[in-house]
């Protein structure tokens, strides 16, 4: 199972991207799907998150600019970012905690980080 996330990019303050994750590979089932993110001299923080039912989580920084969504007909997660802010630069990793086919337990794969980068 690998996990590929694009969409990352540079833009200018209150410009919009989006990003895409999709797990290929034999599974299962998916449950969690999640964006994450990590600055220059910080630690990975979560941004956002959504269940297999469609409940979303997310971090009060982000909360009425970011939106979460999936496709799980294609394995996929989305983050649709607007109003962008200079401190949202950052790496921005996927994840997703899956069932891969021929086990009985979920784990949790990472993508392999988009760089975002916000001009002011």
């Known amino acids: 199972v690998q996990l590929q996330a694009s969409g990352g990019g540079l833009v200018q303050a209150g410009e919009s991207l989006r990003l895409s994750c999709a797990a290929s590979g034999s599974i299962f089932r998916i449950n969690a799907m999640g964006w994450y993110r990590q600055a220059p001299g910080n630690q990975r923080e979560l941004v956002a998150t959504i269940v297999s039912g469609g409940s979303v989580n997310y971090a009060d920084s982000v909360k009425g600019r970011f939106t979460i969504s999936r496709d799980n007909a294609m394995n996929t997660v989305y983050l649709q970012m607007n109003s962008l802010k200079p401190e949202d630069t950052a790496v921005y990793y996927c994840?997703?905690?899956?069932?891969?086919?021929?086990?009985?337990?979920?784990?949790?794969?990472w993508g392999q980080g988009t760089q975002v980068t916000v001009s002011s």
């Open positions: 994840s997703q905690q899956l069932r891969p086919n021929g086990v009985n337990y979920y784990r949790t794969y």
